[in-house]
C-alpha cells in the first residue's frame, strides 16, 4: 500500500467532529488525524478525551493549536473543518492559499445564489476571494456530484436535512416527473444532536425530553440548499424542521403530487435506477418503509415510498443518521473519492 495520508481535523470537541474523529483514526489509508483548536477553548482541555471520557484508555487524542506552518511541516495534506459557519468561512481562504484541500462541514460555502446566502451575513475580509470560493467550492453530495467531488479543492459537504430531502427528491425531480406548480411540501424530524453541541433553551433536556416541536419555519439555512441542488423556486418547497427527543436521526417525510399517473413499479424503478451502483443509498420495496433505527450509526441513506390508489400522490420517507450521512460520514465518502479510493473504505 503506498504511503498512508496525513489529515487534520478542526473542530473535533464537536459531536460530529468526535464522530469525524472516530472515523478517520480506523480508515486503512490514513495516518492518526492531526486533531486542532483555533484556541485553548473555554474548557481548557488539552486532550480530547479530557473532553469526551469515553475515549479514555484509547490512547492519546492530542489537541494543538491552529498552525499553518506546522501542519505543513507535519505534511498534512488534506484538512477537515468542523467549526461554526463563521470560522470556516474565515479559515478556508487561509488554508486553501496554503495549499490544503479542504472539506468543510459547516454551511460557509454550500450557497452559490445571493438571496440564500443571506442567511448566514457574512462579513468577508476579502469580497473577491469569497466570491471566487464560493465558485470553486463542490456541493458534497457524491450521490449527486462525485465526479466533480474527486477533483475539488474545496467541498461543501451538505446539511444533514438537506442530504435526506435532496437525495430523496432528485431522480423524480430528474425524471420529469413532478408536479412542480403544485408544490412540494417536506415534514423532517430530527435528533437533539442536530442541534450541535452548545446548549440552548431549546435543546435543554426539560425543552426536548418528552415533546414534539417545530422551528425555523419557512427560513431554515438548509432550505435553500434544497432548492439549489434540485433546481426548484423558493416557492416550490415548504420544508418544516422538527426537534425529536432522541440523540440522533433524520426522517423526512416529503409529499408530492406527480404530473401523470404511475405505478408502483415505475416509481420503484426510477428510485432504483437513478442510484444504481451508489452504495449508501438503499431503497425499500413498497409498501416497506425506512425507519430511524436501520439507519442509525450507519452512513446509508434509506429511501421509500407510498403511491395513492390514483397514482399520483406519493409520499416518499428517507431516513439518515445525522452525524453520519448527515455530516462526518458523508465527510469521509468524500474523502475518499477525492483520493480515488473506494466510498465504502472506513465507512464498513
Not at 480506523?26 to 483548536?37: A, I, K, S, T, W
Not at 431554515?220 to 416557492?235: C, I, K, T
Amino acid at each position: 500500500m503506498s504511503a498512508k495520508l496525513k489529515c487534520a481535523v478542526l473542530g473535533a470537541s464537536g459531536y460530529s467532529g468526535l464522530e469525524l474523529t472516530r472515523i478517520l483514526e480506523r480508515h486503512p489509508r490514513l495516518q492518526n488525524p492531526v486533531l486542532l483548536r483555533r484556541d485553548g477553548g473555554s474548557d481548557g482541555a488539552k486532550d480530547l478525551a479530557e473532553i469526551f471520557p469515553e475515549l479514555s484508555g484509547n490512547g492519546a487524542y492530542p489537541l494543538r493549536a491552529l498552525s499553518w506552518a506546522e501542519l505543513k511541516r507535519q505534511a498534512v495534506q488534506l484538512l477537515f473543518l468542523a467549526t461554526p459557519h463563521e470560522a470556516s468561512r474565515s479559515l478556508v481562504p487561509e488554508a486553501i492559499a496554503q495549499g490544503l484541500r479542504v472539506i468543510d462541514l459547516s454551511g460557509a460555502w454550500r450557497l452559490k445564489q445571493e438571496q440564500h446566502c443571506a442567511i448566514y451575513a457574512f462579513q468577508d475580509a476579502s469580497a473577491v476571494t469569497a466570491a471566487e470560493l464560493t465558485a470553486k467550492a463542490i456541493y458534497g453530495l457524491p450521490e449527486l456530484n462525485g465526479d466533480r467531488v474527486a477533483t475539488a479543492q474545496l467541498v461543501a459537504n451538505p446539511g444533514c436535512y438537506a442530504t435526506s430531502v435532496i437525495l430523496a427528491l432528485a431522480p423524480l425531480l430528474r425524471a420529469g416527473v413532478v408536479d412542480r406548480e403544485h408544490g412540494i411540501i417536506s415534514d423532517s424530524k430530527s435528533g437533539a444532536s442536530g442541534a450541535g453541541k452548545s446548549p440552548t433553551s431549546r435543546t435543554h433536556f426539560v425543552s426536548v425530553a418528552d415533546n414534539l416541536s417545530a422551528y425555523s419555519v419557512f427560513d431554515h439555512r438548509h432550505l435553500g440548499e434544497m432548492v439549489e441542488q434540485l433546481g426548484l423556486g423558493d416557492a416550490e418547497l415548504i420544508f418544516t424542521p422538527h426537534l425529536l427527543p432522541i440523540p440522533r436521526g433524520i426522517l423526512s417525510t416529503i409529499y408530492l403530487r406527480l404530473n401523470r399517473t404511475m405505478k408502483a413499479a415505475e416509481v420503484e424503478s426510477c428510485l432504483r435506477d437513478f442510484y444504481c451502483g451508489k452504495h449508501w443509498v438503499r431503497v425499500f420495496a413498497t409498501p416497506r418503509l425506512p425507519q430511524l433505527q436501520f439507519s442509525l450509526h450507519t452512513n446509508y441513506c434509506d429511501l421509500g415510498f407510498c403511491l395513492a390508489e390514483d397514482g399520483q400522490r406519493v409520499v416518499l420517507i428517507s431516513c439518515v443518521d445525522n452525524l453520519m450521512k448527515g455530516a462526518a460520514g458523508q465527510a469521509v465518502q468524500n474523502m475518499n473519492l477525492m483520493y480515488g479510493w473506494e466510498e465504502r473504505e472506513g465507512l464498513q
